[in-house]
């Protein structure tokens, strides 16, 4: 099931940075009465909106991708699948949030996200 919504999820992110594109194209080359500036400045704003929302589906994509039954981390420890949890990093976009898998050993507390290390500047933690 959670591929199913996976899918529709990375569906409707996709399609809405089609409509956020085409609405920029159309704002940018629309004539107004407005400043060249405040035209630049609306434009770079809605770029890196489309652009978080892209990065956004990608690791989404990854994610749904992203489901062993265990994994061993940098300690040496053999970690058991344990849920999809939320993920926030800072990009050049702004804030993103994405679902990875987490990894957990009974008993110790602390998870590891494979995915983490690589993508959030060597953070592997759920925190």
């Not at 992110?13 to 920029?24: A, I, P, Q």
């Not at 194209?25 to 009465?33: D, M, N, Q, Y």
Request: hydrophobic share 35%.
């Amino acid at each position: 099931m959670r591929s199913v919504n996976t899918v529709l999820g990375l569906d409707q992110k996709k399609e809405k940075c089609r409509r956020r594109f085409e609405e920029l194209l159309a704002e940018a080359t629309e004539p107004k009465a407005e400043t060249l500036d405040a035209v630049e400045r609306r434009t770079f704003m809605g770029l890196m909106e489309v652009g978080r929302l892209l990065l956004e589906a990608r690791l989404e994509g990854e994610a749904a991708r992203d489901e062993a039954s265990e994994v061993v981390d940098p300690r040496g420890r053999k970690l058991a699948y344990h849920s999809h949890k939320p993920v926030s990093c800072r990009s050049v976009f702004g804030e993103i949030e994405v679902e990875r898998a987490y990894y957990r050993e009974n008993g110790c507390g602390e998870g590891f996200c494979v995915e983490c290390r690589a993508l959030y500047h060597g953070r592997s933690r759920i925190e």
